[in-house]
């Protein structure tokens, strides 16, 4: 704050409705006119009319946006990342043979020791596949947050591992990232975790990367292990992250071309929920003491002297970044899910689709908020309601159904006769 001359930030919605500050849930002071940037305008006026102007030039001032503004940039002087299995086991999940290797990226921290950064990656494959099998990457938690949110929220977990065998069944494998590996999810934390190894632990600048980002570089150093994996078919991997994660996953989707389809669950703001929509969550709670820390520095100004209008950017376009390449968003219901504004997300993705349609592909399909449980995955972009909670477990089946259009379960080797 000192660095940007703020005094104050603006103060964040409050998730107790009897609050004077409570989080608006009324769709009539949801700010209707958004005024959404334009993905196809160049800043000098100048409309994006071919594929060869979004890639040259509209593409390159997007990322730069969000570069400097939002997430922050990735330092060109990260170290090096050294893979090894740490173990590998044969098991069976419902009534598949599977192997499970333990995975481990150390990053070579001999520059400053005193940070270390060891990835953690768990690699399940079908162990009678015919040949390397399409993987689903999650976010997913650590065994220790996983075990006191378990407890704290039992509802929210409960079929939170059926996607599993939903991914199995159809001759896939999954992984399972632990971001907060990379970069721990507190403020503390910057001074630690990759962040922390590249900055030798020195504060940040304004344009340096947040746990976000960060999060979403140890993913693609996930699937610069599964290059390396035989039974990895390594062209068709898709990412899957939900609320927190869910950011981090379609950041990873925009920023790396590799990942072949993704299902962003409960994003809500600083994901693909539009910061300049009134509902939920809002910047002054990703700015605030909590949160800061996914971001870039001079995202905080937004919520200082700048407001969510200032933005030269907004989640439409992260969305767009991804483009062509399919992109699922799933949420709950607005009453149990309206924190992450469900509608909020829907509408990015509409407002995504015209770079969709520039590059010869489909967008959402709609600019209607559609029916709860109604699912929209005729396009190129998809999107579904389910009426529970926080979870993304009632929209695996659906985002499968999605996915199965681009993903190809592995053919049986060909027989040659004599």
């Given at each position: 704050?000192?660095?940007?001359?703020?005094?104050?930030?603006?103060?964040?919605?409050?998730?107790?409705?009897?609050?004077?500050?409570?989080?608006?849930?009324?769709?009539?002071?949801?700010?209707?006119?958004?005024?959404?940037?334009?993905?196809?305008?160049?800043?000098?006026?100048?409309?994006?009319?071919?594929?060869?102007?979004?890639?040259?030039?509209?593409?390159?001032?997007?990322?730069?946006?969000?570069?400097?503004?939002?997430?922050?940039?990735?330092?060109?002087?990260?170290?090096?990342?050294?893979?090894?299995?740490?173990?590998?086991?044969?098991?069976?999940?419902?009534?598949?043979?599977?192997?499970?290797?333990?995975?481990?990226?150390?990053?070579?921290?001999?520059?400053?020791?005193?940070?270390?950064?060891?990835?953690?990656?768990?690699?399940?494959?079908?162990?009678?596949?015919?040949?390397?099998?399409?993987?689903?990457?999650?976010?997913?938690?650590?065994?220790?947050?996983?075990?006191?949110?378990?407890?704290?929220?039992?509802?929210?977990?409960?079929?939170?591992?059926?996607?599993?065998?939903?991914?199995?069944?159809?001759?896939?494998?999954?992984?399972?990232?632990?971001?907060?590996?990379?970069?721990?999810?507190?403020?503390?934390?910057?001074?630690?975790g990759v962040i922390g190894l590249?900055?030798?632990?020195?504060?940040?600048?304004?344009?340096?990367?947040?746990?976000?980002?960060?999060?979403?570089?140890?993913?693609?150093?996930?699937?610069?292990?599964?290059?390396?994996?035989?039974?990895?078919d390594a062209k068709q991997v898709?990412?899957?992250?939900?609320?927190?994660?869910?950011?981090?996953?379609?950041?990873?989707?925009?920023?790396?071309?590799?990942?072949?389809?993704?299902?962003?669950?409960?994003?809500?703001?600083?994901?693909?929920?539009?910061?300049?929509?009134?509902?939920?969550?809002?910047?002054?709670?990703?700015?605030?003491?909590?949160?800061?820390?996914?971001?870039?520095?001079?995202?905080?100004?937004?919520?200082?002297?700048?407001?969510?209008?200032?933005?030269?950017?907004?989640?439409?376009?992260?969305?767009?970044?991804?483009?062509?390449?399919?992109?699922?968003?799933?949420?709950?219901?607005?009453?149990?899910?309206?924190?992450?504004?469900?509608?909020?997300?829907?509408?990015?993705?509409?407002?995504?689709?015209?770079?969709?349609?520039?590059?010869?592909?489909?967008?959402?399909?709609?600019?209607?908020?559609?029916?709860?449980?109604?699912?929209?995955?005729?396009?190129?972009?998809?999107?579904?309601?389910?009426?529970?909670?926080?979870?993304?477990?009632?929209?695996w089946s659906t985002f499968l159904?999605?996915?199965?259009?681009?993903?190809?379960?592995?053919?049986?080797?060909?027989?040659?006769?004599?």
């Amino acid at each position: 704050m000192n660095l940007l001359h703020i005094t104050s930030l603006q103060r964040g919605a409050d998730g107790d409705p009897e609050s004077p500050n409570a989080a608006n849930y009324d769709e009539s002071k949801a700010n209707p006119h958004l005024n959404l940037p334009d993905p196809l305008r160049l800043k000098n006026g100048k409309k994006v009319t071919t594929r060869d102007m979004w890639w040259s030039e509209r593409r390159p001032e997007i990322v730069e946006d969000f570069d400097r503004e939002i997430y922050g940039r990735v330092p060109k002087n990260i170290p090096p990342v050294t893979w090894r299995v740490v173990s590998s086991t044969r098991e069976t999940r419902g009534d598949v043979p599977v192997i499970m290797n333990q995975v481990l990226g150390h990053v070579d921290n001999s520059a400053f020791p005193s940070a270390t950064v060891d990835i953690e990656l768990t690699l399940t494959t079908p162990a009678n596949a015919p040949g390397p099998v399409p993987v689903m990457m999650e976010f997913g938690l650590s065994a220790q947050m996983r075990a006191v949110l378990e407890k704290r929220y039992p509802a929210l977990f409960a079929g939170a591992e059926q996607w599993k065998q939903q991914v199995l069944a159809k001759g896939w494998g999954y992984a399972v990232y632990i971001p907060t590996t990379v970069q721990p999810d507190n403020g503390e934390g910057l001074a630690e975790g990759v962040i922390g190894l590249v900055n030798h632990g020195q504060p940040r600048g304004l344009d340096d990367w947040g746990a976000l980002r960060a999060w979403a570089w140890g993913a693609s150093r996930a699937l610069d292990y599964l290059e390396t994996d035989k039974t990895v078919d390594a062209k068709q991997v898709g990412i899957e992250g939900h609320s927190r994660y869910g950011k981090a996953a379609l950041i990873a989707m925009a920023y790396d071309a590799r990942f072949a389809v993704a299902y962003i669950s409960s994003s809500g703001e600083a994901g693909a929920k539009l910061f300049r929509r009134n509902f939920g969550e809002q910047i002054g709670n990703i700015a605030g003491t909590g949160e800061y820390h996914w971001m870039a520095g001079n995202f905080l100004k937004y919520a200082g002297p700048l407001t969510e209008s200032d933005l030269p950017v907004d989640a439409h376009e992260l969305i767009a970044l991804c483009a062509p390449r399919p992109v699922f968003l799933g949420a709950g219901s607005t009453k149990e899910d309206g924190w992450v504004d469900p509608k909020g997300m829907f509408l990015a993705e509409a407002a995504a689709g015209p770079v969709y349609d520039l590059l010869g592909k489909k967008g959402v399909g709609s600019s209607e908020f559609p029916p709860m449980g109604a699912a929209l995955i005729d396009g190129d972009l998809g999107f579904r309601q389910h009426d529970d909670g926080h979870t993304p477990a009632p929209n695996w089946s659906t985002f499968l159904k999605f996915a199965s259009r681009y993903i190809k379960e592995p053919a049986a080797p060909s027989v040659q006769r004599r």
